[in-house]
């Protein structure tokens, strides 16, 4: 992908052999750099790969030039030796080929083309009894991926001596990345604020207590979430597991269409499991017959103080007993479901028994209403809103992902002030710190399941090796000021 095959006129064949295999070199020693939590800069690069204790084995994997014991030592040693700006030059190819033309959609496919092999990778480290036991659930979220550039010393420096290059340069792209305060439904996100991209990532839960493995990464302007490369991300975990889940985002996904991703998400057997933001709780559709409250269809006749206890309860008027009691009162009222049409795009609701037998009748007991294609299908949720089983997947969806992304921040941060050229070394950055938090879980897993050695006649169980950790359970707590804004951003 990074590769030049021509051959240029003038130059040695080890020349435009190192010239063609150099990128390669360097994405190797880059990813190397996040396994060993080593910041990637051009200087440790440089020194990886120029690392004179490097065997001729390894050399030759690299596709970097190997010495010949028959030839002069010192024109061997002059052979074997890469120039520092060499590597830089190749470095701004490699980024600049991801980033040619801009944040758009063919540097975007660019950018995916690159990170999806990368983490597959990753995933054949895994056990492929741990593989199996994916279920295929899917859980969405973000983080900032902070930009810098060249301090004002060597940028002045730099224009004094006639470089106007764009290496000071912002990325036109990025933006202010704002995360609210901690709150919502087992979250434990702090309060940001940043300047640099927005990074999604698509993880699946590979068992239980095992972490989240990244499968999907993107970048994109902070506080913008497209549909349609949002369930980009969310197909590309067929190449992983063929099973399909749970989907779990938070209310930053909000503003998605139905027609871009939820509907196309549910085509391919995902079960949507979201929190809502305030202002859309309660009734959010209605037909003759039945009303759609915070993402399931109810009968008509359930009382409006079952209809709005998720907003009273959000807003602090309603306690946690009140509430739970509420959510179990709603239970009779749940109309069934069953898809009708040669398509299955319809819906027929169908009242359940208890509602038109109980001692007070529902004038709606005997109604079959049809919900129209669309209707209400960005509110509606395959499980409903705030019972057990609800926040048993979008806890442990959640919690997972806002740990893993915890441990990344810091990487992430590190290597800013090297992100002179923007997008393109973000897009590869981002893919290659998730690919080496997933060979670490790989890794650890292998470790772990390793047959015990026996020393001196004694037998020792293998060390555990750290894993990152799950911060709360899906039992955790729910709590009055849970409904404030965990994702809100201002782009």
């Known amino acids: 992908m990074f590769t030049t095959h021509e051959r240029s006129?003038?130059?040695?064949?080890?020349?435009?052999?190192?010239?063609?295999?150099?990128?390669?070199?360097?994405?190797?020693?880059?990813?190397?750099?996040?396994?060993?939590?080593?910041?990637?800069?051009?200087?440790?690069?440089?020194?990886?790969?120029?690392?004179?204790?490097?065997?001729?084995?390894?050399?030759?994997t690299l596709g970097l030039p190997v010495g010949e014991h028959h030839r002069d030592r010192e024109a061997d040693a002059a052979r074997l030796t890469l120039s520092y700006s060499s590597v830089c030059r190749a470095m701004a190819k490699i980024t600049s080929h991801i980033e040619a033309g801009g944040l758009r959609d063919e540097a975007r496919a660019r950018a995916a083309a690159f990170s999806h092999p990368v983490l597959l990778a990753a995933w054949a480290l895994l056990p492929k009894d741990v593989r199996d036991e994916a279920r295929g659930d899917v859980a969405l979220d973000s983080t900032l991926v902070p930009l810098g550039g060249q301090h004002a010393e060597a940028r002045a420096r730099a224009i004094a001596h006639g470089d106007t290059g764009d290496r000071g340069h912002c990325e036109v792209s990025a933006g202010w990345y704002f995360t609210g305060p901690s709150g919502g439904i087992g979250s434990t996100r702090d309060r940001r604020l940043g300047f640099g991209l927005e990074g999604h990532i698509g993880a699946t839960r590979i068992g239980n207590g095992f972490p989240p493995f990244v499968f999907a990464t993107e970048i994109d302007r902070p506080g913008r979430v497209d549909g349609e490369r949002q369930f980009a991300m969310v197909s590309r975990?067929?190449?992983?597991?063929?099973?399909?889940?749970?989907?779990?985002?938070g209310r930053a996904h909000a503003p998605l269409q139905p027609e871009t991703f939820h509907t196309p998400a549910r085509g391919l057997g995902h079960a949507l499991v979201f929190n809502i933001r305030t202002s859309d709780m309660?009734?959010?559709?209605?037909?003759?017959?039945?009303?759609?409250?915070d993402g399931t269809w109810y009968c008509a006749c359930m009382p409006p103080a079952l209809a709005n206890a998720s907003g009273d309860h959000a807003r602090g008027t309603l306690t946690d007993a009140a509430y739970a009691h509420r959510l179990a009162a709603r239970v009779r009222y749940t109309m069934r479901q069953k898809a009708i049409g040669s398509d299955r795009a319809r819906v027929r609701l169908y009242a359940h028994r208890p509602v038109a037998t109980s001692a007070r009748p529902c004038a709606y007991a005997s109604a079959r209403p049809v919900v129209p294609r669309g209707l209400g299908e960005r509110y509606r949720q395959d499980i409903p809103y705030r019972t057990a089983p609800w926040n048993s997947a979008y806890v442990a969806g959640r919690n997972g992902?806002?740990?893993?992304?915890?441990?990344?921040?810091q990487p992430l941060a590190e290597a800013a002030p090297y992100r002179g050229r923007g997008y393109g070394?973000?897009?590869?950055?981002?893919?290659?710190?998730?690919a080496a938090q997933n060979t670490r879980i790989a890794t650890a897993i292998a470790h772990d399941r390793a047959p015990s050695e026996p020393t001196n006649g004694t037998s020792n169980s293998p060390a555990a090796t750290p894993m990152p950790p799950i911060v709360a359970s899906p039992e955790a707590p729910m709590r009055a000021n849970e409904a404030s804004e965990e994702n809100s951003r201002d782009a």
């Open 425 to 434: 070394f973000a897009a590869i950055d981002f893919a290659f710190v998730m």
């Open 401 to 409: 992902t806002e740990s893993l992304l915890r441990l990344v921040r």
């Open 282 to 293: 309660g009734i959010q559709a209605a037909i003759e017959g039945a009303i759609l409250v």
């Open 9 to 60: 006129a003038g130059r040695s064949s080890d020349a435009d052999d190192l010239r063609r295999t150099l990128p390669f070199a360097i994405l190797v020693a880059w990813f190397a750099c996040r396994i060993a939590g080593i910041t990637p800069t051009a200087a440790t690069i440089h020194a990886i790969i120029t690392d004179p204790s490097m065997s001729p084995a390894t050399r030759r």
């Open 237 to 249: 975990l067929g190449a992983f597991t063929a099973r399909a889940g749970t989907l779990t985002f």
